[in-house]
């Protein structure tokens, strides 16, 4: 059965540091890799999408790698801002994981 | 081109009664997948639908179901509420299924009392 954990579960962080966030997943046949931010109490926004077949995307200051053989994907925030503030969720087709709630003050 | 959207986007019912949430896919769009977020147990999901069939579902009391009509708007039903059963729920579409881009919508808020 696939389990996708994230980690940290919270962060925060003062603007302008790099960050990285996790997420791990146990089954090896994944299928794409979706990266998401919802504010609170909305619905989620979709930040990056990794095929399978792909290894990493980029987006702004946005970065995201999927390493199937160590069953993990991380996603990289450049010069993070206030306005970055949310939780972050990885997904594997039908399964999410549980969030990185993100805080980025000035 | 317009977003996902759902309504009621807040709903209070009490326990016992049934609800029917509505969501609008994106144009072009052909899969709805439902998903079900709560504090506790973070965001599940319930079925998705392609073309008026459902496709995949999730681990839920048959309750739960849904419909998908022929210009893609889904409805969910969920019977004999619960306390339990109060929380967002979200709607995603996507042009082929969940495997592949998904756009959310805002959510309902569904309370039960």
């Known amino acids: 059965k696939q389990e996708v954990t994230q980690i940290p579960a919270a962060l925060s962080v003062p603007e302008g540091e790099n960050l990285v966030l996790n997420c791990s997943f146990t089954d090896s046949a994944i299928y794409n890799l979706q990266w998401f931010r919802q504010d609170p109490g909305k619905g989620l926004t979709s930040l990056l999408l990794?095929?399978?077949?792909?290894r990493e995307q980029t987006s702004g200051r946005l970065n995201a790698s999927l390493d199937k053989s160590s069953g993990r994907s991380t996603l990289y925030i450049a010069a993070s801002q206030p306005g970055d503030s949310a939780t972050y969720l990885c997904?594997?087709?039908?399964?999410f994981g549980t969030g990185t709630r993100l805080q980025v003050f000035p | 081109k317009a977003g996902v959207t759902q309504t009621p986007r807040y709903l209070i019912k009490t326990r016992g009664q049934q609800v029917t949430l509505s969501c609008s896919p994106i144009s072009g769009h052909r899969s709805v997948s439902w998903y079900q977020q709560t504090p506790g147990q973070g965001l599940q999901f319930l079925f998705e639908?392609?073309?008026?069939?459902?496709?995949n579902k999730g681990n839920f009391p048959g309750r739960f179901s849904g419909r998908q009509f022929s210009n893609s708007r889904s409805e969910m039903n969920v019977s004999t509420l619960e306390l339990g059963d109060s929380a967002l729920y979200l709607c995603?579409?996507?042009?082929?299924?969940?495997?592949?881009?998904?756009?959310f919508g805002p959510g309902t808020r569904l309370t039960v009392t």
């Open positions: 639908y392609f073309s008026e069939t459902q496709r």
């Open positions: 997904a594997f087709k039908l399964i």
């Open positions: 990794i095929q399978s077949s792909q």
């Open positions: 995603a579409s996507s042009l082929t299924g969940v495997s592949y881009e998904q756009y």
